[in-house]
């Protein structure tokens, strides 16, 4: 059984920049993404990882996110910058076993991690 384990959530400033982690625990795993999800609202992913480092970004947050991965540590990152209020979210990394197509569901993915909140004001 793989295990995520997300940090970097936190307040920011509108404007500000997160760094957010996952690292995972347990097998080699193919594509890995973030997920968030705000209340109210369904949960949206909003970029994507694969193996090879082929990345994938909604609308939403092209240009200002980026995913990138560290295959040695298992760990995954989503860089955000220019944040705004729109973004806070509570941010869910998830793992796939294998390469998934954009735009993913929810389902493609069968690992997940507990999530981080990121709150952003304005």
């Known amino acids: 059984q793989v295990q995520l384990v997300e940090s970097g959530g936190g307040l920011v400033q509108a404007g500000g920049s997160l760094r957010l982690s996952c690292v995972a625990s347990?097998?080699?795993?193919?594509?890995m993404a973030w997920f968030r999800q705000s209340p109210g609202k369904e949960r949206e992913c909003v970029a994507t990882?694969?193996?090879?480092?082929?990345?994938t970004y909604s609308d939403s947050v092209k240009g200002r996110f980026t995913i990138s991965r560290d295959n040695a540590k298992n760990t995954v990152y989503l860089q955000m910058n220019s944040l705004k209020p729109e973004d806070a979210a509570v941010y869910y990394c998830?793992?796939?076993?294998?390469?998934?197509?954009?735009?993913?569901?929810?389902?493609?993915?069968?690992?997940w991690g507990q999530g981080t909140q990121v709150t952003v004001s304005s």
């Open positions: 998830a793992a796939a076993r294998r390469a998934v197509e954009w735009p993913p569901a929810e389902s493609d993915f069968g690992s």
């Open positions: 347990g097998r080699t795993l193919s594509t």
């Open positions: 990882i694969r193996w090879n480092g082929a990345s």
